[in-house]
């Protein structure tokens, strides 16, 4: 069997790993991109059917896909198989992009937008004004795609900047995308209005914890209902060395018409939910009860494990999706918010295993998380690490590489959220 798990064998010490593992890896392939692409679209003569929805393509001279984010160059090659030759032309702007035969493809940077993105949103806006009502446009959107899509080229150029600020702010996902909707010409719905009056499928990946569909890279396709104000309360209320970075940033209003959405179809083809119910149905098949505790985590990584520990009982696996809150207040580690959480669980773990992973495959740099359970502290102590000063220095992808419990996938091709486990033996 080939685990997505690359480092599986070495992780898997005892029949606890391995249960913990395996139900990571139930929640990995739950939401691999290919396979909710096929599961979601089908071809059936004149007729295009997405979930259950139906589109006659001869009231279309042609069809056009649009993609942006850490899912959509494997969408759009498993959008090419079904679709073939009836594709007239597309373009999409990948971290790590997969080869298609009819779609551009283009990589592009990844969490920071660039002038390199740039460049391919622009193309993007082109493809996009150059529609018509007799044009059907697939737009796969996914997380990653609020940094990858950026026009005009201020936008790149804050975002930068912004995404640097909320950094070192501790503020979620939610209220960064807020604000990054106001800087954009083509996030906040803005994407929809320049394809007006073209028929729009949107294919939403959703990496954004809970049902909060809009913000997924920013809601490109879907109508905004924050304001410009809100996104000036959200600035105003970041803190000194986060305005620092910032400075003075320019915002202006979502579109809020509602002529330019009344042919944009918006379908959810996967969230965490996706995952973390994939996941409660293996650990129950594997003999533990099983609980969902939260799908929209943004605890710190103290909260969470307090939280996840009340919850747990003997034999009970205890899943979670989010992204804890996290701020950096000193540079220099290494490592992302998984390996974070993980660090925080050594020393409080008792008759358990945790895992922490991106889905994605990238815990801000090599890894995807880490596990840790009752013999990690003890590991730690043996070589002398001092687990205090990994933490305090945010330096925990080199503390989980010396306690081998680093877990590595590689970039999945998909994006939910990040995935957490609480098993209690």
């Not at 304001?227 to 060395?241: V, Y």
């Not at 620092?244 to 939910?273: A, D």
């Not at 390996?339 to 495959?361: E, H, M, P, R, W």
Request: with cysteine; aromatic share 6%.
């Amino acid at each position: 069997m080939e685990h997505r798990i690359k480092n599986y064998e070495q992780l898997a010490t005892d029949t606890y790993r391995k249960d913990a593992l395996d139900i990571a890896e139930t929640g990995l392939e739950a939401i691999s991109t290919e396979s909710i692409i096929n599961n979601s679209i089908k071809i059936d003569g004149d007729y295009l059917h997405v979930n259950d929805e139906i589109f006659k393509l001869s009231d279309y001279q042609s069809i056009k896909v649009i993609g942006f984010g850490k899912a959509s160059s494997k969408a759009a090659r498993a959008l090419e198989k079904i679709l073939g030759n009836r594709i007239t032309m597309g373009i999409v702007i990948d971290k790590e992009p997969n080869t298609c035969e009819m779609i551009k493809v283009y990589r592009g940077t990844h969490p920071r937008p660039s002038l390199e993105n740039f460049d391919v949103s622009k193309d993007i806006v082109a493809l996009a004004e150059n529609s018509n009502e007799k044009d059907l446009v697939i737009v796969i959107v996914s997380g990653g795609g609020s940094a990858l899509l950026c026009w005009p080229e201020a936008e790149c150029l804050r975002g930068q900047e912004l995404y640097d600020a909320f950094l070192k702010s501790g503020e979620t996902i939610k209220e960064l995308n807020t604000v990054r909707k106001h800087i954009s010409l083509v996030k906040g719905g803005g994407l929809a209005k320049i394809l007006f009056p073209a028929t729009v499928i949107g294919l939403i990946f959703s990496d954004i914890p809970g049902e909060h569909y809009e913000q997924v890279a920013s809601g490109p396709t879907f109508i905004d209902n924050s304001t410009k104000s809100e996104a000036e309360k959200i600035i105003s209320n970041l803190n000194a060395s986060a305005l620092q970075v910032l400075g003075k940033i320019e915002l202006f209003e979502t579109p809020k018409e509602n002529k330019y959405f009344e042919k944009v179809h918006n379908f959810i083809l996967v969230s965490n939910h996706t995952a973390l119910e994939a996941m409660a149905n293996k650990a129950q098949a594997l003999g533990y009860t099983s609980k969902i505790l939260d799908a929209e985590n943004y605890e710190s990584a103290d909260e969470t494990m307090s939280k996840l520990e009340v919850a747990s009982s003997p034999k009970s696996v205890i899943l979670a999706g989010g992204e804890i809150r996290l701020k950096i207040e000193k540079p220099g580690g290494s490592g992302g918010r998984n390996s974070y959480l993980v660090s925080k669980a050594i020393d409080k773990i008792k008759n358990s295993v945790v895992i922490s992973l991106a889905s994605d495959g990238i815990d801000n740099g090599e890894s995807a998380g880490a596990i840790a359970d009752d013999t990690t502290l003890t590991n730690a102590q043996n070589l002398g690490i001092d687990l205090n000063d990994h933490i305090q220095r945010y330096d925990t992808y080199d503390l989980f590489e010396k306690l081998r419990g680093t877990i590595y996938t590689g970039p999945t091709g998909a994006n939910v959220s990040d995935l957490i486990i609480y098993l209690k033996k």
